[in-house]
């Protein structure tokens, strides 16, 4: 295992400590227990939007904490849920007075932990509504899950609802407008490579040099199939095709589209990659009027990419173009 860092036990405390060395006008970060928090938090009168999960996805979540999206992020050790008092104590120090939002990916310990941290946070009084992420279209059950798994959505929820929630609008309606995100969005992921826990200090899974998982999920767990390397054209029809006809998608649709790297994926194959979607959706009548491509929300250091399509309407795009101000996205 080669890897920039000094004891796997430290990983985690130290990216953070670096985090905050690096925006100190973007956030704050508490370490015991860990929480990351926009620097002018709580923001009196506004939602607080909060999320968090196992670290690994980087930037997902801490890097998403800032202006116009996340209040607050909870970062748990590598692969593995922050716990309910994580969540509560970063609830209490960005809520502002009028509720706060958590945004959940559909993992089985963010669910029971973000349900915990729920409970304690209304008795004392704080108003929660959670909304769950489970836009992954490759599998319905994992070995981290009961349903589907939560995945690129998260980043445009986390986008749209921060948004929505900057512009003062209520908790309900914060809440809202992330719901439909996610029922609006499907995606799907491959990977090339395993990626390797700190921890555990070699691959998770072991994957020939020309094999590829299709459908893996972003903790490294088995996909809908394991098949033999394929040209980028053909791999981004194998994510395309399952997406399209989840939702379904139709003709005439306008969409957002994250083409995201997995976290050992150069730009130069994101954009090949971005380069067949576009041919694959406009033959569809489809029209790509947002796009991200980097990666977004990783697994480690695994080579791979996921698809990621929103359908949009103006009020999305609205939200979608707001200022944002955060170590990993930022315009407006």
């Not at 979607?277 to 569809?284: D, F, G, Y």
Request: with cysteine.
């Amino acid at each position: 295992m080669k890897k920039l860092i000094n004891r796997p036990d430290d990983v985690v405390r130290e990216a953070l400590e670096g985090l905050a060395a690096a925006y100190p006008d973007t956030l704050r970060v508490h370490l015991e227990p860990g929480y990351v928090v926009r620097a002018d938090a709580p923001v009196t009168g506004k939602v607080a939007v909060l999320s968090g999960g196992g670290s690994g996805h980087e930037p997902l979540h801490t890097g998403y904490v800032g202006r116009g999206m996340l209040d607050a992020a909870c970062p748990g050790p590598v692969f593995t849920s922050p716990t309910p008092d994580q969540m509560f104590e970063a609830t209490k120090a960005v809520h502002g007075g009028a509720g706060v939002l958590f945004i959940v990916k559909n993992y089985t310990g963010d669910v029971m932990n973000f349900e915990m941290a729920a409970e304690l946070a209304s008795a004392e009084g704080i108003e929660v509504e959670s909304v769950l992420v489970n836009d992954d279209v490759a599998v319905t059950d994992s070995l981290y899950t009961a349903g589907r798994r939560g995945v690129g959505a998260t980043v445009l929820a986390e986008k749209i609802a921060g948004a929505a929630a900057e512009a003062g609008q209520p908790l309900k309606a914060v809440a809202e407008v992330c719901r439909l995100v996610n029922e609006r969005s499907r995606s799907m992921g491959i990977a090339l490579t395993s990626c390797t826990v700190p921890h555990v200090g070699h691959p998770t899974f072991d994957l020939g040099d020309e094999e590829m998982e299709v459908g893996i999920g972003i903790h490294g767990e088995p996909g809908r199939s394991r098949v033999a390397l394929r040209p980028a054209d053909e791999i981004v029809e194998m994510l395309v095709e399952p997406i399209v006809a989840d939702l379904p998608f139709e003709p005439g649709d306008d969409v957002l589209a994250l083409v995201n790297g997995m976290g050992a994926t150069p730009l130069l194959e994101l954009y090949v990659v971005y380069r067949k979607l576009h041919e694959l959706l406009e033959a569809k009548g489809m029209r790509i009027v947002r796009r991200l491509v980097g990666s977004c929300i990783t697994s480690l250091d695994m080579a791979g990419c996921s698809v990621t399509l929103l359908r949009c309407d103006d009020e999305l795009l609205r939200l979608w173009d707001a200022p944002v101000s955060t170590p990993a996205l930022t315009w407006g």
